[in-house]
């Protein structure tokens, strides 16, 4: 039996030590877009851990806080936004989803796993006019898209949805690396039929390991979602320090310029070097480049690991945490692209 190709994604230093003989704590990760300033996690009280999960301890009502959801809308506290785009495949019966690519492959793989027939969106379908729209059941949009950082504007993710809505169809908006970003969340239309919102405390609250997000919902998808994660889906640290990171509104206001300040500078630091970002993010930039491979070894073999993809050939560059993280970025890049070039 053929062996289904599972998605790969950043983060892998375990595999990198092994694979270049560098030891764990020697290497800068920037594979991910995972903030590396993030939120200050307080100690967590012994019945936190020894009671099981409450479902109306209050994090419910805090999600709606935080998105700002009108009362139409379910928010459902869920282990990682992972959980429900892994979850949402299942809860129709098959057919056709459209999806970015090149985008986060979690999604293409969960419908596809699920028998729906994945048409594959790429940058020039959204140039063009939308006809492929007419075609699909289910649109998933991820908003700005990982890794390319493209965007859509609300107004247009409106026009699909509506689109999509009045023949039953769902619009999936995977607001992963929306965090921070000022009038670019659905979340005000959370609650109307088929549109599903996804959360994710991963990326700006640096919290990947913690496996907390949430989906905003329709009632009638919401009452499905619930059924199908069960009573305790989300542990009860994940819940306690959850409620708190998404109620700091002050560490969320700062940390929003000082990564919209760091983006930029790593989108400079990068153009220095001949490294012109196509795209980006908060919290990556993306850059095509033909020789995007060589690159990616080149920086490996001096303890910098980057996101590589190879349709297109491109990088995706995180954010280095301290100075001592970016001069180091900036030392090797010079060294390694001045050897590429005089190869
Ligand atoms: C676009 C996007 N969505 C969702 C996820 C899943 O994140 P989490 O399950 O940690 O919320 C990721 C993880 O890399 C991602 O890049």
């Not at 030891?23 to 936190?48: C, F, H, K, M, Y």
């Not at 390319?148 to 039953?168: I, S």
Request: glycine share 10%.
């Amino acid at each position: 039996m053929v062996k289904p190709q599972l998605p790969a994604h950043g983060g892998n230093l375990i595999q990198a030590a092994r694979r270049w003989g560098i030891p764990r704590e020697r290497w800068l990760d920037l594979s991910t877009g995972i903030n590396p300033n993030g939120w200050p996690v307080p100690a967590i009280p012994p019945e936190i851990w020894q009671r099981l999960p409450e479902a109306d301890d209050g994090l419910d009502e805090a999600v709606r806080i935080w998105t700002g959801v009108p009362d139409a809308a379910e928010c459902i506290p869920l282990p990682g936004s992972q959980a429900v785009i892994q979850a949402l495949p299942g809860l129709r019966t098959p057919g056709r989803v459209g999806v970015p690519h090149p985008g986060y492959q979690e999604h293409r793989h969960a419908w596809a796993e699920a028998g729906h027939q994945v048409r594959p969106l790429s940058r020039e379908d959204m140039d063009q006019r939308e006809t492929w729209l007419d075609e699909l059941d289910v649109l998933v949009w991820i908003q700005p898209n990982n890794p390319t950082g493209q965007w859509v504007d609300r107004d247009r993710l409106l026009a699909w949805y509506q689109r999509l809505a009045a023949r039953g169809g769902w619009l999936v908006v995977d607001e992963a690396f929306a965090e921070g970003l000022a009038n670019v969340s659905l979340a005000p239309w959370a609650g109307r039929p088929g549109l599903v919102i996804l959360k994710s405390l991963g990326k700006f609250y640096g919290l990947a390991g913690l496996r907390a997000g949430a989906a905003l919902v329709d009632p009638a998808i919401g009452t499905t979602l619930r059924r199908v994660l069960g009573p305790w889906a989300l542990s009860g640290p994940a819940r306690y320090v959850m409620a708190r990171a998404i109620a700091d509104q002050g560490w969320r206001a700062r940390m929003a310029e000082r990564l919209q300040a760091e983006s930029e500078r790593l989108h400079t630091l990068l153009a220095r070097f001949g490294l012109r970002p196509t795209g980006g993010t908060l919290l990556f930039q993306y850059v095509r480049h033909q020789q995007a491979g060589q690159l990616a070894e080149a920086l490996a073999q001096e303890g910098i690991l980057v996101r590589r993809f190879d349709r297109p050939p491109a990088l995706r560059f995180g954010l280095p945490g301290n100075e001592s993280d970016w001069r180091r970025l900036s030392d090797t890049l010079a060294k390694v692209i001045d050897r590429l070039i005089t190869n």
